[in-house]
């Protein structure tokens, strides 16, 4: 019999007894990651050939996969008429999802780093420029009509925020005496940023076209910073200053951007107040 007068690593796991080897997650953690290894490396597979596989139990088996098709991580589909044996209900196969992929890590930084130093020493820095302004641009397009509809400095930036969380920047915005802050808490290309500069450039770009005025751009993520901050003055070029609260004085491209502590925050995730923005704009 399989395993016979030894227990498997994954069945040790189970019984909640302590594996050997420094770092390595214990109990149900490493007993599901090698079931989702198992899905990985031979998906499509049963229950029970995770079980005979792995030592365990069929009840053990079907509590992970259960759990894993619970969280998103895996996903089941019915055996073809080839793969059954016999008569009766069609086996159940058990599949990873992208997201349970995921839990084995990607390359997609380095492929991407690779990529952009590809073009850089091809085509040279400005087409690397190029690529970052083509990038930003298709991501705040789709947004664009309700950028343009928002009459003020504030629900401009508000709409930017909103737009940037659904792309997955995790953006809220705050008031200041001389205008709003734009903080992204997460960065998609942070990884990427942080060796490609231009990313960020193009992004501050960006912002100040589709806002109608200048930006300063007061910490990245990429640059070792708690946020991506954005300062954004409120009045807007090209257009004469508002009558009321755009008439305010605006902020100097070239001055580091006053904070207001007492100020309110309107995040974009349902109202909750973010963490007061302190010198160099960095979020704590």
Request: glycine share 8%; aromatic share 4%.
């Amino acid at each position: 019999m399989k395993n016979a007068g030894t227990s498997s690593p994954a069945a040790v796991a189970d019984s909640g007894a302590a594996a050997p080897g420094a770092g390595v997650p214990s109990g149900d953690g490493r007993t599901r990651h090698s079931v989702a290894r198992l899905l990985l490396e031979r998906g499509p597979i049963t229950a029970a050939a995770v079980a005979e596989e792995l030592g365990l139990s069929s009840v053990a088996v079907r509590r992970h996969l259960d759990a894993l098709v619970t969280e998103g991580e895996a996903y089941t589909r019915e055996s073809s008429a080839r793969q059954r044996r016999g008569r009766g209900r069609p086996a159940k196969l058990f599949l990873l999802t992208e997201v349970g992929r995921a839990r084995f890590g990607h390359a997609y930084d380095d492929l991407a780093v690779a990529a952009l130093r590809f073009i850089a020493e091809t085509d040279g820095e400005q087409a690397v420029r190029e690529f970052a302004r083509k990038r930003i641009s298709a991501l705040v397009a789709h947004h664009r009509e309700a950028l343009a509809a928002a009459r003020t400095t504030p629900e401009r930036a508000e709409v930017l925020a909103g737009a940037l969380t659904r792309e997955g920047y995790a953006a809220s915005t705050r008031s200041v005496a001389s205008g709003e802050q734009l903080c992204q808490h997460h960065c998609p290309v942070a990884h990427v940023a942080a060796d490609f500069p231009q990313l960020c450039e193009a992004e501050t770009e960006a912002f100040a076209e589709v806002l109608g005025t200048h930006v300063q751009r007061l910490a990245t993520i990429a640059n070792g910073d708690a946020a991506c901050t954005t300062h954004v003055p409120l009045t807007r070029s090209g257009r004469p200053a508002a009558n009321g609260p755009e008439a305010q004085q605006v902020l100097p491209a070239s001055a580091p951007a006053a904070t207001d502590p007492a100020a309110p925050d309107r995040s974009q995730t349902g109202g909750q107040q973010t963490a007061p923005i302190h010198d160099g704009g960095e979020s704590v």
